[in-house]
């Protein structure tokens, strides 16, 4: 038998029409096997996001009543290592007399407390460089070149109102999401 | 290729199905091996024995391990003490990863020396250096899962390094984790990919080999086989000179995880995991010592990152860096004196990484990384260029020189 014949004559090997036909199925098909993929893959990725309960999980509170002046404590947020300082006079000077341009990361000391509420400071104490735990919560910890905290695993400094100072950590150590529910109580979160 | 006559009526009725017997002896007997291979040649099948030992081993472990954060440190605790041998068997895994890297680290160092990346085997070179970055991944993970202290701040530092991305790194991070710490699904998931990627690495291992008997085996003297006189069958010759380097393998093997099993290990790693308390002093395991080094001479925390990852991308593209016709070391005068400055110069990194970033070693490991780099992307292109190799021999069984460079 001879090949199909179209009614207008044109055999479907030479017809342009059909080429064109041809590259837009076969074009249709591939963005159709895209898009496809991707809606395959997007849900195993998205499932190794944090669940739910991980996130319902996402607020603290803290009584912070007996943290003397001087004193700090450590709660955990989200899972990391909250610092929460009341900081003596001497310190807020400190934090408050620097040089903005000096910093790695200028920030001025009042946009890391609350106002009014400048002796108390509260901070995620994981390291801006890689993660670690920085030093000086502890009476007798290195509290680095500017009095504040030491990330021993590569040599960052914080200074008093956790900012970065020296050493590789990018940023200042981040300030949470906060707020006084009470005189005395913080909610993180 | 002559296919072989087969006398035993089961093989036959096999191999008329299935050719498998025929590919065994295409492969192992009929395929030409040059005569003239040295022992660093053995580190091959060594790492491929490795390969084994470790995935046997790991697959008894986990057959008593608890992928929990609650339970993950107990369960290992309980394998070294209550388990029947459950101490032999976790020590065999432990000291069987430096091991690999130790063998490994000889395999890579051999091809650098013998040339073994040259043309036609680029693509042998680049299958292995991707087998070392999944098996660095793998061993990253595999030493998260006991659950001590430097498993948990290994993986906390090793994953924070995506978060010097811009822009999107702290949510990729938060992605990897699968929370906002490394916490239980971390653990959960490093263990399924633990177990996942030593059986990826024995697909690409397929894919090297296959690439291997494409063109044969490099040689010490780096020139191609000229003819049969040239070549030894592989089996018996090299099947019993790969045994026996495997009996002596095991031999020192056997004595370090019986004599000193925790020599390569920290002993923070029998602390359980404390997510609020860093260890004064972390330090990844020996084999990754070299690129922590070079992570930390950068002194930016990107720019840091983007070096470690360019150190081991560097090697995909050597063979292009790298453009002497001349394969072996030996005919190299120049290349010879660099090969080993640039050993020097990994193992004074591997220094650099073990110690504090203070004082003189920063000094060294900004002076070793700035080696590293200038050793691949300028010294080899020019080198290329300006070094005059010395004769060739004429062939591997004639070792008169050819007066002849190429």
New interface residues.
């Given amino acids: 038998m001879s090949e199909p014949v179209h009614a207008d004559g044109h055999h479907d090997a030479d017809s342009g029409m059909d080429e064109g036909r041809r590259d837009f199925l076969f074009m249709a098909t591939g963005a159709m096997a895209a898009v496809g993929t991707a809606a395959a893959v997007w849900p195993f990725?998205s499932n190794?996001?944090?669940?739910a309960d991980?996130l319902a999980l996402a607020s603290t509170e803290v009584n912070v009543a007996s943290v003397g002046e001087g004193q700090s404590i450590?709660v955990?947020w989200?899972?990391?290592?909250t610092f929460i300082r009341h900081r003596t006079s001497k310190e807020i000077t400190e934090a408050q007399s620097v040089n903005l341009g000096d910093l790695p990361d200028p920030q001025a000391d009042s946009e890391r407390v609350k106002a009014g509420d400048a002796k108390w400071l509260v901070i995620v104490g994981v390291c801006t460089?890689?993660?670690?735990?920085p030093l000086g919560q502890k009476t007798g910890d290195a509290k680095g070149d500017y009095d504040g905290w030491f990330?021993?695993?590569?040599?960052s400094h914080y200074d008093t109102s956790g900012r970065i100072r020296k050493g590789?950590?990018?940023a200042n150590l981040a300030v949470p999401p906060y707020e006084f529910v009470s005189e005395n109580i913080i909610k993180i979160g | 290729m002559s296919s072989p006559e087969f006398s035993n009526p089961i093989v036959r009725w096999i191999e008329y199905r299935l050719p498998v017997f025929s590919m065994l002896h295409h492969e192992m007997h009929e395929y030409p091996t040059p005569r003239n291979l040295n022992y660093m040649w053995n580190f091959g099948s060594l790492a491929g024995f490795m390969l084994v030992v470790m995935i046997v081993s790991g697959i008894v472990l986990s057959m008593n391990y608890t992928a929990h954060v609650d339970y993950a440190f107990a369960s290992v605790e309980r394998i070294m003490r209550d388990v029947d041998y459950g101490w032999l068997v976790r020590y065999i895994h432990m000291n069987g990863a430096s091991f690999f890297f130790i063998v490994v680290y000889i395999h890579i160092f051999r091809g650098l020396y013998y040339g073994s990346y040259k043309a036609p085997r680029e693509l042998l070179w680049i299958l292995g250096v991707v087998i070392l970055l999944l098996m660095m991944a793998t061993a990253f993970m595999g030493y998260v899962l006991p659950w001590g202290q430097m498993s948990f701040w290994g993986a906390t530092v090793i994953t924070n390094l995506f978060s010097a991305i811009p822009l999107i790194g702290e949510n990729i991070v938060t992605w990897l984790w699968g929370g906002f710490t490394v916490d239980n699904p971390t653990l959960n998931r490093f263990f399924s990919l633990h177990f996942l990627l030593p059986f990826v690495i024995a697909g690409v291992v397929i894919l090297h080999i296959a690439a291997l008997h494409q063109h044969g085996s490099n040689n010490p003297l780096g020139i191609d086989i000229k003819n049969k006189g040239d070549t030894l069958p592989f089996h018996p010759y090299y099947t019993v000179k790969d045994l026996f380097g495997v009996g002596l393998l095991l031999t020192i093997f056997m004595a370090v995880v019986s004599y000193a099993p925790n020599y390569m290990g920290h002993p923070d790693n029998y602390v359980e995991a404390n997510p609020l308390v860093t260890p004064a002093h972390i330090v990844p395991e020996w084999y990754f010592l070299p690129f922590y080094a070079i992570l930390r001479a950068v002194p930016d925390k990107l720019g840091g990152v983007i070096a470690m990852f360019a150190a081991i991308a560097v090697l995909f593209v050597l063979p292009w860096l790298d453009r002497s016709p001349i394969r072996s070391a030996k005919f190299r005068p120049v290349y010879f004196v660099l090969f080993w400055v640039l050993l020097a110069d990994c193992i004074l990194l591997g220094f650099c990484g073990a110690n504090p970033a203070e004082g003189i070693w920063v000094v060294l490991s900004r002076i070793g990384t700035v080696y590293y780099f200038a050793h691949f992307i300028i010294l080899l292109p020019l080198l290329s260029l300006y070094e005059r190799p010395i004769d060739l021999p004429l062939s591997i069984s004639n070792p008169s020189p050819s007066g002849s460079n190429a």
């Fill in positions: 990725l190794l996001r944090p669940a991980t450590t955990v989200r899972g990391k290592p460089h890689l993660g670690c735990i990330c021993p695993c590569h040599g590789p950590a990018p």
